[in-house]
């Protein structure tokens, strides 16, 4: 399975960005997956951001949530971060993750996600 994330920029806080993370694969069925978003900032370990069940199940930090909005198409194989009302804080690189699975409640810890997309820079200014 391979992920690639892009959609991030330079932008002003309040401002938006939609991050894209499109998946592909041999033998790979998208909707069977779980999706998320990471992200990490300098200095810092990689963070949970969001994530979206098969079942369209959504998860926010508590960083995030009334600002973001993760989505996925699986029509078209890929995953939205909707990302409205930027801080400073979070500037960052984000990286999409996806795992095989059915459950309904997912994990945060980045150990639990085999595959990761390549990371896109998000750089909010004031």
């Known amino acids: 399975v391979q992920l690639q994330a892009s959609g991030g920029g330079l932008v002003q806080a309040g401002g938006s960005l939609r991050l894209s993370c499109a998946a592909s694969g041999r033998t790979f069925s998208f909707r069977s997956y779980a999706m998320g978003w990471f992200r990490q900032a300098p200095g810092k370990e990689r963070e949970f951001v969001a994530s979206i069940t098969w079942m369209a199940d959504r998860e926010y930090a508590d960083s995030v949530k009334g600002r973001f909005t993760i989505s996925r198409d699986n029509a078209k194989d890929t995953m939205y971060l909707q990302m409205n009302s930027l801080k400073m804080e979070d500037t960052a690189v984000y990286y999409c993750?996806?795992?095989?699975?059915?459950?309904?409640?997912?994990?945060?810890?980045?150990?639990?996600?085999?595959?990761w997309g390549q990371g896109t820079q998000v750089t909010v200014s004031s």
């Open positions: 993750a996806g795992r095989q699975t059915q459950f309904r409640k997912l994990q945060h810890g980045t150990n639990w996600w085999p595959y």
